[in-house]
């Protein structure tokens, strides 16, 4: 068995049929309690009942770059092996990582205001996430301005290798830029624990959550976008007939 | 290839305003800015370098969507593709040709500009450097937003929307040198990394164009 097997259109729908309420009813489940469970939790000695946003902009904010990474690898393989579930998969994406990118800005915005007494700063961790989601918004205007949808995802597969390079470049320029006001990293691998277990198991939660939410919204996006193609290869045998 | 170059830049004369639009472009910038900002010389000197700098985008960025867009009507763009020479160099080639017609008029004529905006004499090499060093970057990655779009009937603003975000990190280290000058600290950190990405643009991006192009072609 090889993953190969999913490239093929109609094997990928048979399966993601079967998948897709389990996956919805998971991802219902982890986000409702995570973010309940973030809720119930005391609030922090410092940041008072502020830091339960955190539920919300941590998981969202780290699903907003890995969707991006997602696309880049979604990309390759439709440059590389041209198989077009994955070209769909990428296009399928970009609005849920735009979104994604969206609500940690706008999360991080509302914890801004009380905490660091201005809805918008020119941080190195801002700024890149503002930048990553101009690149969205690029990715995803190309998708829609080209009418033939192979060279579509050819224009746009190129796009997002350049794009991912130069987001990756941009966050590090930012850096240099200006100093920052957010915060390090709460959870590292390397830096043991710097966030007590009563928040970071409900984190833990949403996290998988928030993974299982793209998940769920990807498949029924790219079953939405198979069913077009189909629906647009109908049409054109219909023209022809 | 020198053929190449050489019908690009008496195409981009004839047909008028090649070298003069760029320039005054950034001409009617500079002067616009101290009427949003007001004409005092402490609130334009800082901000100077980086009205400079984003002035020297958006004109490099003034004059793209007819980079690939009037060859791919004529047919002769078919023509370049098919001939001997890789469409790799006819890309690079192009964006050279950009360069001069845009880019090394801004950099002659960026001091003037400065001088409008009262930057402080001791930023007007460093300013020029900047620009000499970064221009290139900005004409080889708009040839890339432009091969992406050049199939399209409204491809301009979509182009400036692709291209723009593409700019940053040169803008950054360019705005960063000036400022750097200006202030007269030093500027060897920022100069190096805006060379690295000039390089790494020039060596890397011809490729990327070339293939937006062979898809735009099919």
């Keep these: 068995m090889s993953i190969w097997k999913y490239a093929n259109p109609a094997q990928f729908m048979r399966t993601t049929d079967g998948l897709l309420p389990w996956l919805v009813g998971a991802a219902a489940i982890c986000c409702t309690a995570g973010v309940v469970w973030g809720f119930l939790t005391p609030d922090d000695f410092r940041q008072g009942s502020t830091v339960k946003i955190v539920f919300l902009h941590v998981p969202a904010a780290m699903m907003a770059i890995n969707i991006w ?15 077009h579930v994955s070209a769909l998969a990428a296009k399928a994406a970009a609005p849920i990582g735009a979104v994604m990118t969206l609500i940690a800005l706008a999360t991080g915005a509302i914890w801004g205001q009380p905490m660091w007494g201005t809805w918008w700063e020119w941080d190195p ?18 998708w829609s301005a080209v009418e033939d949808p192979d060279s579509a995802a050819d224009l746009t597969g190129v796009l997002c290798l350049v794009g991912s390079v130069f987001a990756l470049l941009s966050r590090y320029a930012v850096l240099f830029w200006n100093q920052g006001l957010h915060q390090g990293a709460s959870l590292s691998v390397q ?8 928040y970071r198991y409900p984190l833990y939660l949403a996290m998988l959550g928030f993974f299982l939410l793209f998940l769920a919204l990807l498949l029924i996006r790219t079953r939405t976008e198979i069913r077009r193609r189909r629906l647009a290869a109908l049409q054109a045998r219909e023209m022809r007939a | 290839m020198i053929a190449l170059l050489l019908r690009d830049l008496r195409l981009a004369t004839r047909a008028g305003g090649g070298f003069g639009l760029g320039v005054a472009f950034f001409l009617i910038l500079s002067a616009l800015v101290p009427f949003g900002v007001g004409p005092d010389r402490a609130t334009l000197a800082p901000v100077a370098p980086g009205i400079l700098w984003v002035g020297a985008l958006l004109a490099c960025l003034l004059s793209l969507d007819r980079l690939f867009a009037l060859d791919h009507e004529d047919g002769s763009l078919d023509l370049l593709a098919t001939a001997p020479l890789p469409l790799e160099g006819t890309v690079a080639i192009k964006a050279l040709a950009h360069w001069i017609t845009t880019g090394l008029p801004l950099v002659l004529a960026a001091p003037l500009f400065g001088v409008l905006l009262q930057l402080p004499g001791q930023a007007m090499p460093w300013l020029v450097v900047s620009l000499a060093v970064g221009t290139p970057a900005l004409s080889m990655l708009g040839a890339f937003g432009a091969a992406l779009t050049v199939g399209l009937r409204r491809g301009g603003l979509l182009l400036s929307l692709l291209v723009l975000p593409l700019y940053i990190p040169t803008l950054i280290f360019g705005a960063e040198i000036t400022r750097r000058g200006a202030e007269g ?30 898809v735009n072609l099919r």
């Excluded at chain 2, 390089?199 to 062979?214: C, E, K, S, T």
């Design chain 1, 69 to 83: 990474v997602m696309m880049l690898i979604a990309s390759l393989i439709w440059i590389i092996r041209r198989h």
């Design chain 1, 125 to 142: 961790r801002l700024t890149s996430f503002l930048i990553l989601f101009l690149f969205y918004v690029g990715y995803i205007a190309l």
């Design chain 1, 191 to 198: 830096s043991g624990e710097r966030m007590s277990h009563v």
């Design chain 2, 185 to 214: 600290q030093a500027t060897a950190t920022p100069l190096l990394f805006l060379a690295g990405i000039t390089l790494g643009v020039l060596a890397l991006i011809p490729w990327a164009a070339a293939a937006a192009l062979r």
